[in-house]
């Protein structure tokens, strides 16, 4: 049977636990001898990480939905081509802190931009590249304000809580549309029973189960 590609995604509202999730996983993969390379989206190249600056400014109150969504995508397909493409050449595993479905849902559902635009964008700024492994982890809200407080908000997290409502509501239905690739995982479990049921997945789906 032919490997998946060794390109994974997470994904999930912020403090999902995403980059908790992402550090162990990446540990654990590093102490078999694979090579890892992880991307934080936005970001993760030098033009990448200034239009992240510009996204994440609290004083860009004026950017439109469109704007955003055009800088989302610039910066990932400088991503793509500098750093995921040669890096899953180089037969390293390629981990995504975000990805794609983040445009899907924050700039579709979050801020209401007509789906078929989004596809055509996500298409383009991909060039058709996709991780063949997406985490969506999915905590409710009253997590999410838990683990929001005392934490100061950048200009995304300000955009309140209807605006969490629509995104989740988006990730649960995009993982719905995409249980092959999509696998969601209940966020408000310990981090260690969260890292155990995201090894099992990457060992099956990489067929690594001979290898480590
Ligand atoms: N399973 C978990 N249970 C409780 N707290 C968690 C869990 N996973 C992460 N956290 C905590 O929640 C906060 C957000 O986690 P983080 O990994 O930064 O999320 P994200 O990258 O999705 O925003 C951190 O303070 C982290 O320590
Ligand atoms: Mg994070």
């Known amino acids: ?3 998946a590609s060794r390109f994974v995604s997470f994904e999930g509202i912020d403090f999902s636990g995403k980059t908790t999730q992402i550090s162990l996983l990446a540990k654990r993969l590093k102490e078999k001898g694979f090579g890892v390379d ?5 970001g993760g190249t030098p033009i990448s990480e200034r239009i992240r600056e510009i996204l994440l400014d609290k004083n860009h ?7 955003e969504m055009l800088l989302f995508s610039a910066a990932r397909n400088q991503l793509v081509t500098q750093k995921v493409l040669p890096a899953l050449q180089n037969g390293n595993f390629v981990i995504a802190d975000r990805y794609v479905d983040s445009t899907t ?4 559902y979050g801020r209401k931009i007509d789906m078929q635009i989004i596809n055509d964008v996500n298409r383009i700024a991909t060039m058709g590249h996709m991780p063949s492994l997406t985490f969506f ?6 997590t999410f304000q838990e683990r929001a407080r005392n934490t100061s908000a950048d200009r995304l997290e300000q955009a309140g809580i209807d605006f969490f409502r629509r995104v989740r509501e988006g990730y649960l239905e995009l993982a719905k549309k995409e249980k092959q690739r999509i696998v969601t ?4 479990q310990t981090v260690g029973a969260i890292q155990n049921e995201i090894w099992e997945c990457v060992t099956k789906k990489m067929h690594l189960i001979d290898e480590v």
């Not at 992880?38 to 936005?42: G, K, T």
């Not at 849902?105 to 579709?108: I, P």
């Not at 995982?185 to 408000?188: L, S, T, W």
Request: aromatic residues 4%; glycine residues 6%.
């Open 1 to 3: 049977m032919k490997k």
């Open 38 to 42: 992880i991307l934080r989206e936005p």
């Open 61 to 67: 109150l004026e950017m439109t939905a469109i704007s």
């Open 105 to 108: 849902v924050y700039q579709g």
């Open 137 to 142: 982890i999915d905590i409710d809200e009253a």
């Open 185 to 188: 995982i209940d966020g408000r």
